[in-house]
């Protein structure tokens, strides 16, 4: 309804504009003079210096091109981002298009926040598992789906593999003080790295047949895993005693990152106040459902009871696969959102150069892909080299609560059915260009949502005397609460406010994680500064859908505004506040 309204006024503004003058361009001619820049901005830099990205984007030209790290390719992208910036920032949009104003935004937004990332963060110089980590990826984006018959998937990684040794070449090259936590993750990564390329490549290829290509692929291989070892070596013995480079990016450049990439332009003390409110709420709202939970004991005690209540290892790949059909069925029944595909993802372990960060990922197929359109739901389970009271601490973050909660997230209806929408979003530039405020702000909002509708609630049963229920709300508060503190310690470790230690310290007392959980997190906000955009998401959503509420009073429909949200992509809620409101009201 609101979108309907919207496109009524472009229309009539377009008609006004076109009547005052003569000179001024129709909005068909701009939206073009756009389409066909945006075509050429991702065919001549994001595709032509990222080939991985084009793989997983479904463009199957790219299979046999690696990344080049050399600095002459590293200035010629910087130029070429500089160049696209001032032609498309050229391209005047009348007032009336407010769409090719958005498409125009995500453009200058996704150029600026590269060049951030290239010439000012610079993690190609600081960050040895952008090579290792980097050549795996590329080699997992054509072995992880069935989009060519095995010998031709095959001999593209064969040619993308005789390029990696150079690749951890220049990693020598380019690496300069890299600060200590990150070539310390790099070397935790790369054991499943070196695994990764020894066990699970060749496994993945066991179908093909073409013996020329097994030739190559057992040369190119072996080079790969003699580079790896070697690079392992050199980041053990020669780069980690001087790696005492700073992981802090700071303020200056933290406001740009939310800037560039999230369209947020709030002050962080603002930001970190609005954080720290929200966390609070959460922690009064845990302790309120674990006195009606327990009232005999304290929170930590139901923490600590909640954690035990998990799944066995062994069986936990399989507590993920059966939830789908409850929560679809839910969704459907309470009418939530439209699911445009019936078809569930595939639950897998997380794989191996993957496993040191996180805890579960969804992995889609592409907007362009054609023949493998399966998305995979990964799980980290325990190594199995780890010692019972890791594997029990690795699994209390895997509770019955947390289990429900982190489907939700991944799958119905958090990352997965938003994937479903972004194939059937209406341009490239939609499909391809998006922000982690909205994709991890839905998947976030929604583990709140379902439940706040009712998920899980036995029929005819008060809240306080639904045990199962309960527990579902505590797992889905302590996930809050995590999130929570990513917002807090991001903006306050990379702004020099908090020490490592000080935000393990605070991962464990103000969001309620194990130390092995908080220890993890903490490493991963060394480099990933604005892991705040889950919780920054989720609550620019709630406040959309309270404004979207207000104003279609009451004929306001949950359906239609979370089915309004989705279709205009995955980009800063902002853009989406316009196009489904028609203001730049603020979105916090």
């Not at 070892?229 to 790696?243: G, H, M, N, V």
């Not at 209540?309 to 069986?315: L, M, Q, S």
Request: with cysteine; net charge negative.
């Amino acid at each position: 309804m609101a979108n309907g309204s919207m496109a009524r006024i472009a229309v009539a503004a377009s008609l006004v504009l076109t009547a005052c003058s003569s000179a001024q361009p129709r909005p068909g001619a701009r939206e073009g003079e756009l389409a066909a820049l945006a075509d050429r901005y991702f065919q001549e830099v994001f595709f032509k210096y990222s080939p991985t990205r084009g793989t997983r984007a479904g463009l199957h030209a790219y299979d046999t091109r690696l990344e080049d790290f050399s600095r002459a390719a590293i200035e010629a992208r910087v130029a070429a981002l500089k160049d696209f910036e001032n032609r498309i920032e050229s391209v005047p949009v009348p007032r009336a298009s407010a769409d090719v104003a958005a498409d125009r935004e995500l453009l200058l937004s996704d150029i600026r926040s590269s060049l951030l990332e290239l010439t000012t963060i610079r993690r190609w110089e600081k960050d040895p598992d952008v090579y290792s980590g980097g050549i795996t990826e590329s080699a997992f984006v054509i072995m992880s789906r069935n989009f060519a018959p095995p010998d031709e998937r095959l001999a593209s990684l064969v040619a993308r593999e005789k390029q990696m040794p150079a690749v951890l070449e220049l990693a020598r090259q380019n690496l300069n003080n890299p600060p200590r936590w990150y070539t310390a993750i790099a070397l935790e990564q790369l054991p499943g790295i070196i695994s990764f390329f020894e066990n699970d490549v060749p496994a993945a290829f066991k179908e093909a047949k073409a013996a020329d290509t097994l030739r190559e692929f057992a040369r190119s291989n072996a080079q790969v895993l003699s580079a790896l070892r070697a690079y392992q070596q050199f980041l053990q013995d020669d780069l980690l005693p001087r790696s005492g480079g700073e992981y802090r990016i700071g303020a200056d450049t933290y406001r740009k990152k939310l800037l560039f990439d999230e369209a947020v332009d709030l002050p962080l003390e603002e930001l970190l106040k609005i954080g720290m409110a929200d966390l609070r709420r959460n922690q009064r709202e845990f302790e309120r459902v674990a006195k009606q939970l327990a009232p005999d004991r304290t929170p930590e005690q139901v923490l600590l009871d909640l954690g035990a209540d998990h799944p066995p290892p062994a069986g936990l790949l399989q507590a993920f696969r059966d939830t789908f059909g409850d929560l679809r069925g839910f969704i459907d029944s309470r009418r939530i959102v439209t699911i445009p595909s019936p078809v569930p993802p595939i639950v897998e372990e997380t794989p191996p150069f993957m496993r040191a960060l996180t805890f579960a990922s969804m992995d889609t197929p592409g907007p362009f892909e054609k023949q493998a359109k399966e998305a995979f739901f990964n799980v980290t389970l325990p190594e199995q080299t780890w010692t019972l009271e890791q594997v029990e601490e690795h699994m209390a973050g895997f509770n019955r609560g947390t289990v429900i909660s982190t489907a939700i997230h991944e799958a119905y209806p958090g990352h997965y059915l938003q994937f479903l929408w972004v194939q059937r979003a209406p341009n490239k530039v939609r499909q391809l260009l998006g922000c982690g405020s909205n994709a991890e702000g839905w998947a976030h909002y929604s583990e709140q949502m379902m439940l706040d509708e009712g998920y899980g609630r036995a029929p005819g049963v008060a809240e306080e005397d639904d045990a199962a229920f309960l527990k579902l709300r505590l797992g889905q508060l302590q996930d809050a609460l995590l999130r929570n503190a990513r917002y807090v310690v991001g903006i306050r470790m990379h702004t020099g406010d908090m020490t490592f230690e000080q935000a393990v310290e605070f991962f464990e007392k103000e969001g309620y994680q194990s130390h092995a959980n908080a220890l993890r997190e903490t490493k991963r906000g060394t480099s990933d500064p604005t892991y705040l955009v889950y919780t920054l998401g989720k609550l620019q959503i709630l406040k959309l859908r309270d404004d979207y509420r207000r104003k279609a009073g009451g004929s306001f429909r949950l359906q239609e505004f979370h089915d309004a949200f989705l279709r205009q992509g995955f980009p800063p809620v902002k853009i989406i506040r316009r196009a489904m409101l028609g203001d730049d009201g603020p979105t916090l």
